[in-house]
Protein backbone atom coordinates (compact mmCIF):
# COMPACT_ATOMS: atom_id res chain seq x y z
CA UNK A 1 0.00 0.00 0.00
CA UNK A 2 1.34 3.38 -0.88
CA UNK A 3 1.31 6.18 1.78
CA UNK A 4 1.30 9.97 1.14
CA UNK A 5 4.50 10.09 3.13
CA UNK A 6 5.97 7.69 0.23
CA UNK A 7 5.51 10.10 -2.10
CA UNK A 8 7.23 12.61 0.01
CA UNK A 9 9.79 10.27 0.90
CA UNK A 10 10.56 9.65 -2.84
CA UNK A 11 10.45 13.10 -3.67
CA UNK A 12 13.36 13.80 -1.39
CA UNK A 13 15.55 10.95 -2.60
CA UNK A 14 16.06 13.04 -5.85
CA UNK A 15 17.78 15.59 -3.84
CA UNK A 16 21.56 14.79 -3.90
CA UNK A 17 22.32 11.88 -6.97
CA UNK A 18 24.41 10.01 -3.85
CA UNK A 19 22.64 7.90 -1.57
CA UNK A 20 25.31 8.02 1.04
CA UNK A 21 27.64 11.05 1.12
CA UNK A 22 28.87 11.23 4.69
CA UNK A 23 29.52 14.81 5.68
CA UNK A 24 27.90 16.95 8.66
CA UNK A 25 27.85 20.19 6.44
CA UNK A 26 24.13 19.89 4.50
CA UNK A 27 22.89 18.45 7.96
CA UNK A 28 24.18 21.50 9.76
CA UNK A 29 22.82 23.98 7.43
CA UNK A 30 19.29 22.48 7.46
CA UNK A 31 19.20 22.60 11.22
CA UNK A 32 19.98 25.86 11.29
CA UNK A 33 17.26 26.86 9.09
CA UNK A 34 14.92 24.64 11.01
CA UNK A 35 16.05 26.77 14.02
CA UNK A 36 18.40 24.09 15.77
CA UNK A 37 16.28 21.28 17.18
CA UNK A 38 19.93 18.96 17.65
CA UNK A 39 19.62 21.60 20.85
CA UNK A 40 16.17 20.94 22.19
CA UNK A 41 16.14 16.98 22.22
CA UNK A 42 15.86 15.03 25.28
CA UNK A 43 18.38 13.42 27.14
CA UNK A 44 20.54 11.17 24.18
CA UNK A 45 21.70 7.79 24.23
CA UNK A 46 23.88 7.69 21.64
CA UNK A 47 24.60 3.99 20.00
CA UNK A 48 27.18 3.42 17.37
CA UNK A 49 28.96 0.28 16.55
CA UNK A 50 28.37 -2.32 13.49
CA UNK A 51 27.01 -5.22 15.37
CA UNK A 52 23.93 -5.48 17.95
CA UNK A 53 23.36 -1.68 18.02
CA UNK A 54 19.30 -1.95 17.60
CA UNK A 55 19.01 -5.12 20.04
CA UNK A 56 20.82 -3.14 22.38
CA UNK A 57 18.65 -0.17 21.93
CA UNK A 58 15.80 -2.36 22.00
CA UNK A 59 17.16 -3.83 25.52
CA UNK A 60 18.01 -0.41 26.62
CA UNK A 61 14.28 1.16 25.94
CA UNK A 62 12.60 -1.65 27.61
CA UNK A 63 14.49 -1.06 30.95
CA UNK A 64 13.79 2.93 30.62
CA UNK A 65 10.38 2.52 29.88
CA UNK A 66 9.56 -0.04 32.83
CA UNK A 67 9.79 2.57 34.82
CA UNK A 68 7.76 4.86 33.27
CA UNK A 69 10.31 7.11 31.29
CA UNK A 70 8.81 8.19 28.27
CA UNK A 71 11.30 7.58 25.30
CA UNK A 72 12.20 8.60 22.04
CA UNK A 73 13.56 6.48 19.42
CA UNK A 74 15.58 6.78 16.06
CA UNK A 75 16.97 3.60 14.34
CA UNK A 76 17.53 2.65 10.85
CA UNK A 77 16.80 1.18 8.27
CA UNK A 78 13.47 0.17 8.56
CA UNK A 79 11.77 -3.08 7.96
CA UNK A 80 8.44 -2.67 6.65
CA UNK A 81 8.06 0.98 6.57
CA UNK A 82 9.58 3.81 7.25
CA UNK A 83 7.35 4.81 10.51
CA UNK A 84 9.87 2.15 12.30
CA UNK A 85 12.75 4.48 12.46
CA UNK A 86 10.65 7.31 14.51
CA UNK A 87 9.27 5.68 18.02
CA UNK A 88 8.01 9.17 19.86
CA UNK A 89 7.62 8.34 23.79
CA UNK A 90 6.65 4.69 22.93
CA UNK A 91 4.79 5.07 19.61
CA UNK A 92 5.67 5.05 15.82
CA UNK A 93 5.02 8.48 14.58
CA UNK A 94 1.87 8.93 13.05
CA UNK A 95 1.51 9.61 9.12
CA UNK A 96 -0.10 12.80 9.38
CA UNK A 97 2.94 14.20 11.77
CA UNK A 98 5.50 12.47 9.56
CA UNK A 99 4.54 14.19 6.30
CA UNK A 100 4.33 17.33 7.90
CA UNK A 101 7.37 17.18 9.35
CA UNK A 102 9.08 16.35 6.02
CA UNK A 103 7.52 18.60 4.02
CA UNK A 104 8.52 21.34 6.62
CA UNK A 105 12.08 20.29 5.78
CA UNK A 106 11.49 20.11 2.49
CA UNK A 107 10.04 23.57 2.02
CA UNK A 108 13.36 24.64 4.54
CA UNK A 109 15.44 23.13 2.38
CA UNK A 110 14.99 24.94 -0.41
CA UNK A 111 15.70 22.41 -3.37
CA UNK A 112 19.83 22.45 -2.16
CA UNK A 113 21.59 19.44 -2.22
CA UNK A 114 20.67 16.43 0.78
CA UNK A 115 20.93 13.06 1.29
CA UNK A 116 17.62 11.12 2.30
CA UNK A 117 19.69 10.13 5.31
CA UNK A 118 20.57 13.49 6.50
CA UNK A 119 17.35 15.71 5.37
CA UNK A 120 15.28 12.24 7.45
CA UNK A 121 17.65 12.38 10.37
CA UNK A 122 16.50 16.60 10.42
CA UNK A 123 12.56 15.77 10.49
CA UNK A 124 13.37 13.12 12.94
CA UNK A 125 15.03 15.43 15.16
CA UNK A 126 12.10 18.14 14.85
CA UNK A 127 9.94 15.32 16.42
CA UNK A 128 11.99 14.54 19.21
CA UNK A 129 12.49 18.49 20.05
CA UNK A 130 8.76 19.06 20.28
CA UNK A 131 7.43 15.84 21.88
CA UNK A 132 8.91 15.73 25.45
CA UNK A 133 10.84 12.95 26.54
CA UNK A 134 12.97 11.53 29.27
CA UNK A 135 15.37 9.82 27.07
CA UNK A 136 16.28 9.73 23.40
CA UNK A 137 17.92 6.75 22.08
CA UNK A 138 19.74 7.61 18.54
CA UNK A 139 21.02 5.52 16.90
CA UNK A 140 24.19 6.02 14.17
CA UNK A 141 23.27 5.30 10.61
CA UNK A 142 26.64 4.57 8.89
CA UNK A 143 30.10 5.35 11.11
CA UNK A 144 29.93 7.69 13.35
CA UNK A 145 32.50 10.75 12.66
CA UNK A 146 30.10 12.02 9.61
CA UNK A 147 27.16 10.54 10.17
CA UNK A 148 23.93 12.71 10.18
CA UNK A 149 22.97 11.96 13.87
CA UNK A 150 26.52 13.49 15.23
CA UNK A 151 25.43 17.30 15.69
CA UNK A 152 24.12 16.30 19.15
CA UNK A 153 27.19 18.67 20.89
CA UNK A 154 26.49 16.50 24.41
CA UNK A 155 24.96 13.76 24.72
CA UNK A 156 23.86 11.68 28.25
CA UNK A 157 25.79 8.45 27.06
CA UNK A 158 27.65 7.15 24.48
CA UNK A 159 27.44 3.53 23.14
CA UNK A 160 29.93 1.44 20.81
CA UNK A 161 29.07 -2.10 20.66
CA UNK A 162 31.27 -4.18 18.74
CA UNK A 163 33.33 -3.28 15.65
CA UNK A 164 33.73 -5.62 13.10
CA UNK A 165 34.81 -4.84 8.89
CA UNK A 166 32.11 -3.51 7.27
CA UNK A 167 31.26 -0.55 4.79
CA UNK A 168 34.97 -0.44 4.16
CA UNK A 169 34.31 1.86 1.37
CA UNK A 170 32.65 4.90 3.17
CA UNK A 171 35.05 3.88 6.85
CA UNK A 172 37.76 2.60 5.44
CA UNK A 173 39.93 -0.76 5.21
CA UNK A 174 41.48 -1.67 8.28
CA UNK A 175 39.39 -2.56 11.92
CA UNK A 176 41.46 0.96 13.46
CA UNK A 177 40.40 3.04 10.17
CA UNK A 178 36.79 2.19 11.16
CA UNK A 179 36.72 1.88 14.95
CA UNK A 180 37.81 5.64 14.75
CA UNK A 181 35.56 6.64 12.41
CA UNK A 182 32.55 5.13 15.01
CA UNK A 183 34.89 6.48 18.10
CA UNK A 184 33.91 10.17 16.31
CA UNK A 185 30.39 10.29 18.46
CA UNK A 186 32.75 10.40 21.79
CA UNK A 187 32.07 13.32 23.28
CA UNK A 188 34.41 15.60 26.19
CA UNK A 189 33.84 14.05 29.75
CA UNK A 190 30.48 12.05 28.31
CA UNK A 191 30.77 8.64 29.25
CA UNK A 192 30.39 5.92 26.86
CA UNK A 193 29.87 1.95 27.45
CA UNK A 194 32.26 -0.52 25.06
CA UNK A 195 31.35 -3.38 23.82
CA UNK A 196 33.69 -6.25 23.51
CA UNK A 197 36.52 -5.65 20.48
CA UNK A 198 39.30 -6.55 18.67
CA UNK A 199 42.39 -5.15 20.46
CA UNK A 200 43.00 -2.93 17.15
CA UNK A 201 39.19 -1.62 17.43
CA UNK A 202 39.66 -0.78 21.10
CA UNK A 203 43.29 1.06 20.74
CA UNK A 204 41.53 3.12 18.33
CA UNK A 205 38.71 4.12 20.18
CA UNK A 206 41.18 4.69 23.59
CA UNK A 207 43.05 6.62 21.59
CA UNK A 208 40.32 8.97 20.75
CA UNK A 209 38.86 8.73 24.02
CA UNK A 210 42.15 9.61 25.71
CA UNK A 211 42.40 12.78 23.87
CA UNK A 212 39.09 13.92 24.32
CA UNK A 213 38.72 12.98 27.98
CA UNK A 214 35.62 10.80 27.62
CA UNK A 215 35.77 8.04 30.53
CA UNK A 216 35.37 4.73 28.86
CA UNK A 217 33.42 1.52 30.45
CA UNK A 218 35.19 -1.26 28.86
CA UNK A 219 33.69 -4.70 28.91
CA UNK A 220 35.95 -6.99 30.82
CA UNK A 221 37.31 -4.21 32.69
CA UNK A 222 34.72 -2.62 34.46
CA UNK A 223 31.61 -4.59 33.64
CA UNK A 224 31.31 -8.20 32.44
CA UNK A 225 28.66 -10.04 31.55
CA UNK A 226 28.25 -14.36 31.34
CA UNK A 227 25.74 -16.78 30.64
CA UNK A 228 24.98 -19.38 33.47
CA UNK A 229 22.78 -22.00 34.23
CA UNK A 230 20.23 -21.04 31.79
CA UNK A 231 20.38 -17.02 33.06
CA UNK A 232 22.60 -13.78 32.83
CA UNK A 233 24.87 -12.95 35.40
CA UNK A 234 26.39 -9.02 35.23
CA UNK A 235 28.93 -7.61 37.18
CA UNK A 236 30.39 -4.20 37.47
CA UNK A 237 31.62 -1.77 40.82
CA UNK A 238 28.15 -1.90 42.16
CA UNK A 239 27.56 -5.78 42.77
CA UNK A 240 26.45 -8.35 40.80
CA UNK A 241 23.07 -8.79 38.92
CA UNK A 242 21.32 -12.28 38.74
CA UNK A 243 18.69 -11.55 35.43
CA UNK A 244 16.57 -13.41 32.95
CA UNK A 245 17.81 -14.79 29.80
CA UNK A 246 17.34 -12.30 26.83
CA UNK A 247 13.35 -12.08 25.45
CA UNK A 248 16.17 -11.60 21.96
CA UNK A 249 17.39 -15.24 20.79
CA UNK A 250 21.26 -16.18 20.10
CA UNK A 251 24.35 -16.18 22.67
CA UNK A 252 25.36 -12.69 21.10
CA UNK A 253 22.44 -11.16 22.78
CA UNK A 254 24.29 -12.00 26.37
CA UNK A 255 27.03 -9.35 25.25
CA UNK A 256 23.92 -6.95 24.03
CA UNK A 257 22.23 -7.67 26.94
CA UNK A 258 25.96 -6.69 29.00
CA UNK A 259 26.02 -3.33 27.06
CA UNK A 260 22.42 -2.53 27.76
CA UNK A 261 22.72 -3.16 31.49
CA UNK A 262 25.83 -1.16 31.56
CA UNK A 263 24.40 1.58 29.95
CA UNK A 264 21.23 1.63 31.93
CA UNK A 265 23.39 1.20 35.38
CA UNK A 266 25.66 4.43 34.24
CA UNK A 267 21.85 6.11 32.93
CA UNK A 268 21.59 5.89 37.41
CA UNK A 269 18.24 2.54 36.67
CA UNK A 270 17.99 0.30 39.02
CA UNK A 271 17.57 -3.35 39.23
CA UNK A 272 14.01 -3.62 37.93
CA UNK A 273 15.08 -2.10 34.71
CA UNK A 274 17.81 -4.01 34.46
CA UNK A 275 15.31 -7.07 34.51
CA UNK A 276 13.18 -5.63 32.04
CA UNK A 277 15.78 -4.52 29.35
CA UNK A 278 16.18 -8.58 28.74
CA UNK A 279 12.75 -9.77 29.41
CA UNK A 280 10.66 -7.55 27.50
CA UNK A 281 13.05 -5.85 24.61
CA UNK A 282 11.22 -7.05 21.27
CA UNK A 283 13.70 -6.30 18.04
CA UNK A 284 12.06 -7.89 14.88
CA UNK A 285 13.99 -10.32 12.27
CA UNK A 286 16.49 -10.83 14.72
CA UNK A 287 16.12 -14.61 14.71
CA UNK A 288 12.50 -13.96 14.32
CA UNK A 289 10.07 -17.01 14.79
CA UNK A 290 7.88 -16.31 11.32
CA UNK A 291 4.22 -18.27 13.23
CA UNK A 292 1.56 -16.17 10.23
CA UNK A 293 1.21 -15.10 6.86
CA UNK A 294 1.22 -16.70 3.27
CA UNK A 295 5.05 -17.87 3.87
CA UNK A 296 3.97 -20.34 6.65
CA UNK A 297 1.58 -21.72 4.40
CA UNK A 298 4.29 -22.54 1.87
CA UNK A 299 6.28 -23.94 4.34
CA UNK A 300 3.62 -26.43 4.86
CA UNK A 301 5.11 -27.71 8.65
CA UNK A 302 8.65 -26.78 8.55
CA UNK A 303 9.62 -24.23 10.73
CA UNK A 304 10.13 -20.47 9.58
CA UNK A 305 12.88 -18.21 10.91
CA UNK A 306 13.77 -14.64 10.03
CA UNK A 307 17.11 -12.90 10.43
CA UNK A 308 18.61 -9.55 9.35
CA UNK A 309 21.71 -10.14 9.59
CA UNK A 310 24.61 -9.23 6.83
CA UNK A 311 28.24 -9.20 7.88
CA UNK A 312 30.40 -12.13 9.06
CA UNK A 313 30.03 -11.27 12.54
CA UNK A 314 26.13 -11.78 12.01
CA UNK A 315 26.57 -15.28 9.95
CA UNK A 316 28.68 -16.46 13.05
CA UNK A 317 25.98 -14.92 15.29
CA UNK A 318 23.64 -17.00 13.22
CA UNK A 319 25.37 -20.00 13.11
CA UNK A 320 25.28 -20.05 17.25
CA UNK A 321 21.60 -19.83 17.48
CA UNK A 322 21.03 -21.82 14.98
CA UNK A 323 23.13 -24.70 16.90
CA UNK A 324 21.03 -24.16 20.13
CA UNK A 325 18.05 -24.69 18.89
CA UNK A 326 16.74 -28.23 18.93
CA UNK A 327 18.00 -29.88 16.58
CA UNK A 328 16.59 -30.21 13.21
CA UNK A 329 18.40 -29.86 9.57
CA UNK A 330 18.51 -26.62 8.41
CA UNK A 331 17.92 -25.01 5.04
CA UNK A 332 18.93 -21.49 4.12
CA UNK A 333 17.10 -19.32 1.40
CA UNK A 334 19.18 -15.79 0.88
CA UNK A 335 19.35 -12.93 -0.44
CA UNK A 336 22.24 -10.12 -0.30
CA UNK A 337 23.51 -6.39 -1.45
CA UNK A 338 26.19 -6.48 -3.59
CA UNK A 339 28.25 -4.26 -0.94
CA UNK A 340 28.66 -6.77 1.57
CA UNK A 341 30.94 -9.71 2.67
CA UNK A 342 28.83 -12.91 1.03
CA UNK A 343 31.51 -15.14 1.40
CA UNK A 344 32.33 -14.04 4.87
CA UNK A 345 28.68 -14.13 6.00
CA UNK A 346 27.85 -17.64 4.73
CA UNK A 347 31.33 -19.08 5.84
CA UNK A 348 30.20 -19.60 9.65
CA UNK A 349 26.93 -21.55 8.98
CA UNK A 350 28.69 -23.60 6.04
CA UNK A 351 28.76 -26.54 8.71
CA UNK A 352 25.39 -25.90 10.25
CA UNK A 353 23.12 -25.80 6.61
CA UNK A 354 22.16 -28.70 4.37
CA UNK A 355 21.88 -25.98 1.68
CA UNK A 356 21.09 -22.71 0.39
CA UNK A 357 18.70 -21.02 -2.36
CA UNK A 358 19.63 -17.65 -3.53
CA UNK A 359 16.87 -14.71 -4.29
CA UNK A 360 17.05 -11.19 -5.24
CA UNK A 361 16.36 -8.89 -3.15
CA UNK A 362 13.25 -7.27 -4.69
CA UNK A 363 13.29 -3.76 -5.18
CA UNK A 364 16.96 -2.99 -4.19
CA UNK A 365 19.32 -2.03 -6.94
CA UNK A 366 22.11 -2.97 -5.03
CA UNK A 367 20.75 -6.54 -4.61
CA UNK A 368 23.69 -9.40 -5.43
CA UNK A 369 22.11 -11.68 -8.33
CA UNK A 370 20.77 -14.87 -7.31
CA UNK A 371 23.08 -16.49 -8.73
CA UNK A 372 26.11 -14.45 -7.89
CA UNK A 373 24.99 -15.08 -3.83
CA UNK A 374 24.31 -18.81 -4.77
CA UNK A 375 28.12 -18.57 -6.20
CA UNK A 376 29.03 -17.35 -3.23
CA UNK A 377 27.32 -19.75 -0.86
CA UNK A 378 29.24 -22.88 -2.88
CA UNK A 379 32.30 -20.78 -2.06
CA UNK A 380 31.78 -20.76 1.31
CA UNK A 381 31.20 -24.91 1.42
CA UNK A 382 27.46 -24.68 0.98
CA UNK A 383 25.66 -26.51 -1.87
CA UNK A 384 23.53 -24.12 -3.19
CA UNK A 385 20.90 -23.42 -6.27
CA UNK A 386 18.50 -20.10 -6.70
CA UNK A 387 14.73 -19.43 -7.11
CA UNK A 388 12.54 -16.24 -8.76
CA UNK A 389 11.62 -15.77 -5.16
CA UNK A 390 11.73 -16.59 -1.53
CA UNK A 391 8.06 -17.96 -1.34
CA UNK A 392 8.98 -20.07 -3.90
CA UNK A 393 12.09 -21.04 -2.27
CA UNK A 394 11.00 -21.61 0.98
CA UNK A 395 7.99 -24.04 -1.19
CA UNK A 396 10.65 -26.15 -2.66
CA UNK A 397 12.18 -27.09 0.63
CA UNK A 398 9.15 -27.74 2.12
CA UNK A 399 8.35 -29.87 -0.94
CA UNK A 400 11.55 -32.07 -0.67
CA UNK A 401 12.67 -31.40 3.21
CA UNK A 402 9.22 -31.83 4.96
CA UNK A 403 9.71 -30.53 8.71
CA UNK A 404 12.66 -28.90 8.22
CA UNK A 405 14.10 -25.88 9.46
CA UNK A 406 14.63 -22.94 7.24
CA UNK A 407 15.97 -19.52 8.26
CA UNK A 408 15.59 -16.75 5.65
CA UNK A 409 18.85 -14.49 5.91
CA UNK A 410 21.27 -11.96 4.55
CA UNK A 411 19.78 -8.70 4.41
CA UNK A 412 17.44 -6.19 6.67
CA UNK A 413 16.45 -5.29 3.12
CA UNK A 414 15.16 -9.04 2.74
CA UNK A 415 14.08 -9.19 5.87
CA UNK A 416 11.54 -5.88 5.65
CA UNK A 417 9.95 -7.42 1.96
CA UNK A 418 9.30 -10.46 3.69
CA UNK A 419 7.50 -9.11 6.98
CA UNK A 420 5.73 -6.47 4.43
CA UNK A 421 4.17 -9.76 2.60
CA UNK A 422 4.07 -11.76 5.31
CA UNK A 423 1.49 -9.52 6.94
Known amino acids: M ?228 GRVAFQDEGGLLDLPPPALLGAHQVTNAGMAVAALRALGAGDAACQAALRDAVWPARMQRLRHGPLIEAARGCELWLDGGHNPAAGRAAAESLSRLPPRPVHLVAGMLNTKDVEGFFRPLAGIAQDLIAVDIPGEQATLSAEETAAAARAAGISASTAASTEAAVAEIASRAPGTRILICGSLYLAGHVLRENG
Open 2 to 229: TRASDLVLARLMSLHPKIIDLSLGRVERLLAALGHPELALPPVIHVAGTNGKGSTIAMIRAGLESGGSRVHVYTSPHLARFHERIRLAGELIAEDRLIDLLERCEEANGGEPITYFEITTCAAFLAFAEEPADALLLEVGLGGRLDATNVVPEPRLSVITPISVDHQQYLGDTLAEIAGEKAGILRRGVPCVVGPQEDEALAAIEARAEALGAPLLLAGRDWTVWEEH
